[in-house]
């Protein structure tokens, strides 16, 4: 049941990640940098706007779903008061922009994406806190074909960052298409003791805080580099971090999607010394998939980017991807593993400690170095940043929860993934689509050999029992057809 929870989830955010990929070609090819860093200036405001209104009830929602000394009714009931609340803040400050601004379709725009995004977010955490993979799926497989096709029809009619913000914003409604959100996602009334939404609040508000300044370190760079550089900088910019964005995040957010319910379900019912086992071979999992993925998109950088960027942004995003790819494999590892410890504990308050410094520090560094080095300033503010959440945050993590970490595996997985990717580096090949294919499998041979040679986590025996089972499984699958 684990495996297939897993994969489903690897594919509900492996399909985004390849949209994105497809519309990114389409986008910088069809819209100038400067609309496009309107755009991604634009999707950064509102998400921000979004984790302050509603993000503290999401996790809270997640962490306490399954949790015996609460109803889900209950739950269910905060959720959607606060959506309704927020839905109304949002509506608010958009008609003051639009009063002060005389932008209405910049206002619709914005209203429309925030409160359609929210209800999706809201509506997928249940299915997340439910177990609910393959709905999961579903929906988010519905919600990219729609936002896909309408946002390219859209740049080619000439609607630009328009358009797309537009399509966007319908594509989060696809759950009001089926039965079931209006069957399990308002079949509750409101009804909520004080004493059980204070604890929530405790839980929730805290750690929203902190996703708040971890959208800060996100979205400080590409702000400053409109403000300070320009629109043109900033698109630039969003490209770059694009596409190793979408591969390595899809990574660990897939990963921590399956694992982190599991997780919970574990400590709840089992208890810590489980928990803990399951959680260092998840730190192992994340790193051994993150770290082969980073340096396998450095190998084949010059077969693929041509084919998925534009000319006008293919030069400066070869030039950064090492750099943002780095502190991208940063970004994943805090959000994903070194940030668990303060959940899992209950000790939402302390990430803000940790964060707060590195959102201060990230701000102070982007203002001293995107004036001398513009874009490069910029990575390197962020590249800063996110290592002080991972030494910060594991100094400050260990006295609430010590997460286990399994060093000589690590180690191991490192060697593993470094070899890949020297001897890719140096194969005696061209560059092309069918020569990246072609890395791309001996990469995976490689790397699954390096594997297997150190043996990381015995998975010299754990292996032939698995390749067993699965065998047996098809047998008795055939057998009962």
């Known amino acids: 049941m684990q495996l297939r929870h897993s994969f489903l989830y ?44 509603f993000n503290w009830v999401y996790v809270a929602l ?14 269910m ?136 300044l971890l959208e800060v370190i996100h979205a400080t760079d590409r702000v400053l580099l409109s403000y300070l550089v320009g629109f043109e900088a900033a698109g630039q910019y969003a490209v770059a971090f694009s596409l190793p964005f979408q591969l390595l995040i899809l990574i660990g957010s897939a990963l921590n999607a399956a694992a982190y319910p599991l997780i919970l379900q574990s400590l709840e019912q089992q ?19 993150l770290l082969p993925s980073y340096l396998g998109l450095l190998a084949v950088s010059h077969d693929f980017m041509p084919l998925l960027i534009g000319e006008a942004y293919l030069a400066e995003s070869i030039r950064l991807l090492p750099s943002i790819g780095l502190l991208l494999v940063l970004n994943a590892i805090y959000l994903f593993h070194t940030s668990l410890a303060f959940q899992l504990a209950k000790k939402t308050y302390m990430p803000i400690l940790v964060i707060g410094v590195a959102a201060l520090l990230n701000v102070f560094l982007n203002f001293v170095l995107i004036p001398i080095y513009k874009i490069d300033g910029a990575v390197l503010a962020s590249l800063v940043a996110y290592l002080v959440c991972i030494v ?36 005696p090949l061209e560059h092309g689509v069918l020569v990246g294919l072609l890395r791309i499998v001996v990469g995976v041979i490689l790397y699954s050999f390096f594997i297997y040679y150190f043996n990381v986590q015995n998975i010299r025996f754990y292996l032939p029992n698995l390749l067993k089972g699965i065998h047996k499984s098809h047998e008795s699958t055939q057998s009962s057809a």
């Open 271 to 289: 208890g810590e010394p489980i928990a803990k086992s399951k959680l260092a071979d998840y730190l192992l999992v994340l790193v051994g998939l």
């Open 62 to 75: 997640l962490r306490y779903w399954n949790d015996k000394n609460f109803k889900q009714a209950e739950l």
């Open 77 to 212: 009931g905060l959720l959607l008061s606060v959506l309704a609340v927020g839905s109304l803040l949002i509506l608010l400050g958009t008609s003051i922009y639009c009063s002060l601004t005389q932008d209405i379709p910049m206002s619709m725009a914005l209203a429309g994406l925030m409160i359609s995004n929210a209800v999706y977010m809201a509506y997928q955490r249940l299915n997340s806190a439910n177990l609910q993979a393959e709905r999961y799926l579903k929906i988010e497989v519905l919600r990219v074909v729609v936002t896909a096709l309408l946002a390219i029809i859209l740049v080619w009619q000439g609607y630009s960052w328009y358009g797309i913000l537009f399509a966007t914003s319908l594509g989060f409604l696809v759950p009001l298409v089926v039965p079931h959100f209006w069957q399990g996602f308002f079949q509750y009334s409101v009804k909520l003791r004080s004493t059980q939404a204070l604890i929530l609040l405790r839980y929730g508000l805290p750690l929203s805080l902190s996703f708040i």
């Open 10 to 53: 690897l594919l509900a955010h492996g399909v985004p990640a390849l949209a994105a990929f497809l519309t990114l070609a389409v986008y910088t090819r069809w819209i100038s940098p400067e609309a496009y860093g309107i755009y991604t200036t634009l999707m950064v405001i509102a998400n921000s706007i979004n984790i302050i209104l």
């Open 392 to 427: 910060y945050g594991r100094f400050l993590g260990d006295r609430v929860f010590k997460l286990p970490v399994l060093w000589g595996e690590l180690l191991k997985i490192i060697a593993s993934a470094s070899l890949m990717f020297l001897i890719l580096k140096y194969l």
